[in-house]
């Protein structure tokens, strides 16, 4: 490891790396990488490198994990032996397990759970280099991948994190500032700045802390820009590609093509009406009525979601310079 730098920004307002105080790293996406994966991306946000996957929703097994009432998201966060400096060793440890749980509630709030009872979404964020700020990175990637696997989602989750070295407040940790700086807050919130996640490290004032969720929102802002342009750029040429053969076009025209008749389909109280003899609510007792519902709702309501729910996030994105306030009572870790 680097020794500790003696200053973090220099005389002209400037971090190691170059970045202003409120400038996040270089990120950039790809979407879809993995073709066995229901929804896949990859990020490289400064030298971080991330992979992420998203399979389901799918029947959980053993059943007895399952929800009656929603599906079970599971997500896993974890650092290849290769990812840092010093080599990692392979497995879970307390880290990894930690960053998993807050991850999964990060998109908690988010994710339409209860249109999919009995089922899991497992989602899979590994970390092939490591810079500083993975966890948010993971979450940046994984929400993209969520959305790329056409989960139902009120929106977006942007992750980005706040630190502070040499007095001063400065937007997403390289890793001297991740190491040395003397608070790391890393934050994930939604577009309409609900915070989802929040953790800190380290000591800053009432006052700072205000300020840091700020610069976060700003932060998060300009990444949910990068998110749904990536997005974009998938489902737009998606939409003008005819349909053939090939196995990717025929998802993009159960996309494209599904009305919002085939939502209604999907609607969780058609399911349960369908499950006529269900006489009480365990998934063990509507185990025929769950298998067939969570397979076949599937591709229609990936359709469904992205006409409706992108579009709209996307114009969410213009108006959300007001990312609102009223969070400032967030817990902190
Ligand atoms: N890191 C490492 N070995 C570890 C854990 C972390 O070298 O076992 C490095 C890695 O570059 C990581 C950084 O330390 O990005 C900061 O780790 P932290 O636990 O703060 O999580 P992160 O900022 O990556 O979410």
């Given amino acids: 490891m680097s020794d500790k730098p003696e200053k973090f920004i220099d005389e ?5 790396d170059g970045r202003r105080i409120d400038e996040i790293r270089p990120m950039k996406m790809e979407i879809g990488v993995l073709s066995r994966a229901d929804g896949s991306c990859y990020l490289e946000w400064g030298k971080n490198k ?3 996957a998203v399979y389901g929703p799918r029947e959980l097994h053993p059943r007895r994990l399952q929800k009656a009432d929603s599906v079970l998201i599971r997500y896993r966060y974890n650092m290849a032996a290769f990812s840092v400096e010093d080599r990692i ?3 879970p440890s307390r880290r990894s397990t930690e960053i998993s749980k807050v991850s999964r509630e990060a998109f908690e709030p988010v994710v339409l759970t209860h249109l999919y009872p009995g089922a899991v979404i497992d989602v899979f964020a590994e970390v092939l280099q490591a810079d500083a700020g993975t966890r948010t990175a993971a979450i ?8 790329d696997a056409g989960i139902p ?7 980005c994190a706040v630190g502070k070295v040499d007095g001063k407040l400065v937007l997403d940790l390289n890793k001297p500032e991740d190491n040395y700086g003397d608070a790391d807050i890393p934050m994930a919130m939604t577009s309409d700045g609900e915070i989802t996640l929040i953790q800190m490290d380290g000591d800053v004032t009432q006052e700072e802390f205000k300020q840091a969720i700020e610069m976060c929102k700003e ?3 300009q990444i949910m820009e990068i998110q749904k342009e990536t997005l974009r750029n998938k489902f737009t040429k998606l939409d003008e ?4 053969d090939d196995e990717e076009d025929v998802d993009v025209s159960a996309l494209v093509e599904s ?3 085939s939502a209604e389909d999907d609607d969780i109280e058609d399911k349960e009406s369908d499950s006529d003899e269900e006489e009480d609510a365990t998934p063990e007792s509507s185990e025929e009525d769950e298998d067939i519902d969570v397979d076949e709702s599937h591709s229609d309501f990936e359709a469904v979601e992205l006409v409706e729910d992108f579009e709209e996030s996307f114009t969410d994105v213009d108006e959300e310079e007001d990312v609102s306030d009223g969070e400032d009572d967030e817990e902190k870790d």
């Fill in 12 to 16: 002209n307002g400037l971090r190691l």
């Fill in 50 to 52: 991330v992979l992420a």
């Fill in 89 to 91: 060793r392979p497995g």
């Fill in 140 to 147: 940046n990637a994984a929400s993209v991948a969520l959305a």
């Fill in 153 to 159: 989602m009120k929106g977006l989750v942007s992750a």
């Fill in 219 to 221: 932060g998060c802002r």
């Fill in 241 to 244: 590609v005819d349909i053939s």
């Fill in 259 to 261: 009305t919002l008749e």
